[in-house]
């Protein structure tokens, strides 16, 4: 027998009495229970379900299977068939999907009234909303579609979530990615979206506060827009903005000059990378003079660029047969090594340090890296081995 879906009618309500039809067991001491009525709304059309009680025993997921809906608990439930139990929904969990649910519908309802762009996928986990649509979009569309999603909030438009028979529904233009013939759930947002959908909406736009588009990549011929509504996106407005004010004070800057702020500081960065490169390549190049007339291939050296590091290497393989290697780093922090062996296979090299010192790293016969933590007169014994 069908589970009566209670949501669909009072997705508002946060308690409720059922009766047990099934309980069954799962692995790790949980169960599933079958009611013949529920508030909870499973897990179906991309969205999460609601997690909540029932008789004070956590329900952590909810499923639904030829129409019966199935009640996961976190742990074994005393509960019988036959018995009534109060269940409870998590009310902050449930309006949160609400919220993202419907503004996910707003804005796939605008990118097919002005884009002529189809909802192709949809994901609301508890941490992250995904839309996934038809066509390609730049950086101008991005930006009007969210604010023509706020505007659809602000204008504070009912939702409206009613049944519809097959025939009712032939003589309605609606979006939808299968075909039906039973009885279909349409969502309508008047001038903005008419959608078959299954979940909990809230009543009015209004309710949603707000709706950002966060991340947008090309996504299988199309676009993947990461999206998130109400209090999700309060969140993370505020976050971004305390952000903001981290870095401006941090910069002593003022919020609307953080971007040139923050330029100038790449600049100077990368002035002071290159400077520091030729002055290691200046430092390593004399280094490399003196290995090769003591007729030692092995250099410690503090820290470095790895391209620098890898062209000293280079360097000393050119007049020395045997074990070619820079260390850069330190005693107390560790090292990251670069070793070649033009009179044998430098994997020796890197298969002895893993051996004696637990080093980290591979690569081919002519060359290998990694990063080793040990003291620099035990390593140039070591290697002195080979």
């Known amino acids: 027998m069908l589970t009566v879906k209670l949501y669909d009618e009072k997705p508002y309500d946060r308690e409720f009495t059922a009766e047990v039809r099934a309980v069954g067991p799962m692995e790790g001491n949980r169960c599933r229970i079958e009611l013949d009525r529920t508030l909870f709304f499973p897990e179906e059309g991309g969205q999460t379900s609601d997690i909540g009680y029932i008789n004070g025993i956590r329900v952590a997921h909810v499923s639904i299977e030829d129409g019966v809906i199935w009640h996961e608990t976190d742990g074994s439930a005393d509960i019988k068939t036959g018995e009534e139990v109060k269940g409870s929904i998590d009310w902050d969990h449930r309006f949160s999907n609400m919220q993202n649910h419907t503004g996910e519908h707003i804005l796939s309802g605008l990118l097919h009234r002005d884009w002529g762009s189809e909802n192709v996928g949809f994901h609301l986990s508890d941490n992250i909303v995904t839309l996934d649509t038809s066509k390609t979009l730049d950086e101008a569309d991005i930006d009007e579609l969210e604010r ?37 759930r349409i969502v309508t947002i008047p001038g903005v979206d008419v959608c078959a959908c299954c979940a909990p909406h809230v009543a009015r736009t209004g309710e949603i506060g707000s709706i950002r588009i966060i991340h947008a990549i090309k996504y299988k011929g199309g676009m993947r827009l990461t999206i998130l509504s109400g ?33 100038r500081l790449m600049k100077e960065i990368e002035t002071y990378r290159l400077e520091k490169r030729e002055a290691d390549k200046k430092r390593l190049e004399a280094a490399v003079a003196s290995a090769v007339a003591d007729g030692n291939g092995i250099i410690f050296t503090g820290e470095t660029d790895n391209i620098t590091q890898r062209r000293t290497v280079n360097e000393l393989a050119k007049s020395i047969n045997g074990v070619c290697a820079v260390f850069a780093g330190d005693d107390l922090k560790g090292y990251r090594y670069i070793i070649a062996y033009p009179g044998g296979d430098a994997r020796d090299a890197a298969a002895l340090l893993k051996e004696r010192f637990d080093a980290k790293g591979g690569g081919s016969r002519e060359m290998v890296q990694g990063s080793i933590d040990g003291d620099e007169a035990e390593i140039r014994q070591t290697l002195n081995e080979l």
Do not use: W
């Open 148 to 184: 023509k999603a706020n505007e659809a909030v602000y204008m504070d438009i009912p939702v409206q979530c009613r049944y519809f028979s097959p025939e009712e529904a032939a003589g309605i233009e609606y979006r939808s990615k299968k075909e039906f013939d039973e009885d279909i």
């Open 231 to 263: 209090r999700r996106a309060y969140e993370y407005t505020r976050s971004q903005h305390k952000t903001v004010e981290e870095l401006s004070h941090m910069l002593s800057e003022n919020p609307d000059t953080l971007p040139d702020a923050v330029m």
